[in-house]
Nanobody, 127 residues
Framework: VQLQASGGGLVQAGSSLRLSCVAS????????MGWFRQAPGKEREFVAA????????YLADSVKGRFTISRDNAKNTVYLQMASLKPEDTAVYYC?????????????????????WGQGTQVTVSS
């Protein structure tokens, strides 16, 4: 599976952005999909994940109420809609695909459950 993320950019605080991630290759093997981010000098952290059907969504506490995740399986695409962006949201955002079934937040938030990663897209939020 190959993942191509896009949609990042430089925006002001309070703005919105939508990230997209298109999967190719053995897409039939994809189960859950997620977004992670890594800010300079910090470890990569979980942001959001969505089940294969799209019926289950998990969001990190830091983005609840501001971000949402969705997927279009017909287009092999997962989206991260970000609103009310804050400077602390500045990071490189990575999409990831997992072949495993997860039923808990902890499972979806574990980066070792994902075996395919996109190249990352930079999101910079100015104050």
């Amino acid at each position: 599976v190959q993942l191509q993320a896009s949609g990042g950019g430089l925006v002001q605080a309070g703005s919105s952005l939508r990230l997209s991630c298109v999967a190719s290759g053995r897409t039939f093997s994809i189960n859950g999909m997620g977004w992670f981010r890594q800010a300079p000098g910090k470890e990569r952290e979980f942001v959001a994940a969505i089940s294969r059907s799209g019926g289950t969504i998990y969001l990190a506490d830091s983005v609840k109420g501001r971000f949402t995740i969705s997927r279009d399986n017909a287009k092999n695409t997962v989206y991260l809609q970000m609103a009310s962006l804050k400077p602390e949201d500045t990071a490189v955002y990575y999409c990831a695909a997992s072949p495993f079934y997860c039923s808990t937040y902890e499972c979806y938030a574990s980066d070792f459950k994902y075996d395919a990663w996109g190249q990352g897209t930079q999101v910079t939020v100015s104050s």
